[in-house]
């Protein structure tokens, strides 16, 4: 029996003809809009929301397979008031995002983007002792804000450079402290007492604008903002005029609030390291994603239960 199923279109290289067996598959384009009928899977990419009025259109849809581990962009209330499950695809992204936080931390810390531009543009006029002076990371605090797989493998990474390590969870982290030495704070006391603060927190309505012109102007005067989580964690505007006024050191984000726009204001900002939200993207963690979704949905469809549900 095949079962009719919506699958991003941009998936298509990432997935192998034996993992989509017995699947009737409609290609969805990403500027396509979810179409109504009777598909009984969706496998969405973050790009895409999938809310209330998207269930309504697919009355036999059976999962959401979400191609990412934040799931911001489903309506989970509304999925279970459905009966439709939703998962996503946690662990297989947690190294290559930790890798991606650090290239930005090394990239913000020691001006690397600017020593990159004086160089392109031939104004680079021989070693000078006081130019592109950065941060020096040993002896320095990295605050994470959120510990979970990929605040911790941050964590990890930051060991042989000699930082010692803040963090701040809704829980402890025993194995984590023992670890790396960290030690969970609350997240003022993380953003006054850091030089780096990583962001790792879900984007959810408690978190939501966490950094924001009030929580910025309590961050340590040249301190460092990183972000690989979500883009709506951070007041865009409220960051760009931190930068302006030089009360923080340097941005580095991976993530927006309405990608792929930037706010105006932040892309014009002094010092900072713009990514177009590439935290996941190497070859093997992208084909594993697109393997657990589609996997997923295997699983529900032939009745056993999925394998990475976003709530029980
Ligand atoms: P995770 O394992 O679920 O970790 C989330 C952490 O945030 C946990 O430590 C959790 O605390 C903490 N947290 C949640 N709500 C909080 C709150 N209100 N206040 C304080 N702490 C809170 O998730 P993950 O796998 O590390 O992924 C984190 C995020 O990274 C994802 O949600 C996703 O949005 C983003 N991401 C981005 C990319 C990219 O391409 N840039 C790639 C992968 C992931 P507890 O541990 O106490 O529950």
Redesign the pocket.
């Known amino acids: 029996m095949t079962h009719r199923v919506l699958i991003a279109a941009e998936l298509k290289n990432l997935l192998r003809p034996s993992q989509l067996a017995d699947l009737d598959i409609t290609w969805l384009a990403a500027d396509q809009p979810t179409p109504k009928g009777d598909w009984v899977a969706i496998v969405p990419l973050l790009s895409r929301w999938v809310g209330g009025t998207e269930l309504k259109h697919l009355p036999n849809l059976r999962i959401v397979a979400n191609v990412?581990?934040?799931y911001?962009n489903i309506d989970l209330v509304a999925a279970e008031m459905r009966n439709v499950l939703v998962t996503n695809t946690?662990g297989v992204?947690?190294e290559a995002?930790a890798d991606?936080t650090w290239a930005l931390i090394l990239a913000t810390a020691r001006h690397l983007i600017e020593g990159v531009d004086l160089v392109r543009r031939g104004q680079w006029t021989g070693w000078h002792p006081e130019q592109l002076l950065g941060l020096e990371l040993r002896g320095r605090t990295l605050g994470l804000l959120?510990?979970?797989?990929?605040?911790q493998a941050v964590g990890r990474r930051a060991l042989p450079f000699g930082l010692r390590i803040l963090y701040?969870?809704?829980?402890a982290k025993p194995d984590f402290e023992r670890e790396t030495g960290a030690t969970r704070v609350d997240?003022t006391r993380l953003l006054a007492e850091t030089d780096i603060v990583s962001l790792?927190?879900?984007?959810?309505p408690?978190?939501k604008g966490i950094i924001n012109g009030e929580t910025l102007a309590r961050m340590k005067p040249g301190a460092i903002l990183i972000n690989?989580?979500?883009g709506d964690l951070v007041r865009e505007e409220a960051l760009a005029m931190a930068l302006e006024l030089g009360h923080l050191g340097a941005a580095g984000l991976?993530?927006y609030t309405d990608e792929p726009t930037i706010h105006p204001r932040l892309l014009a900002a002094p010092r900072t390291v713009l990514l177009p939200?590439?935290?996941?993207a190497t070859e093997e963690t992208r084909h594993k994603m697109a393997a657990i979704a589609v996997a997923n949905v295997q699983a529900v469809l032939s009745g056993k239960p999925p394998l990475t549900p976003v709530y029980s």
Do not use: F, K, Q, W
């Open positions: 990412a581990v934040g911001n946690p992204l947690t995002t991606l959120g510990a979970g797989r990929i605040g701040a969870a809704r829980t997240a790792h927190v879900p984007s959810t408690e978190t690989t989580s979500r991976d993530v939200h590439i935290g996941s």
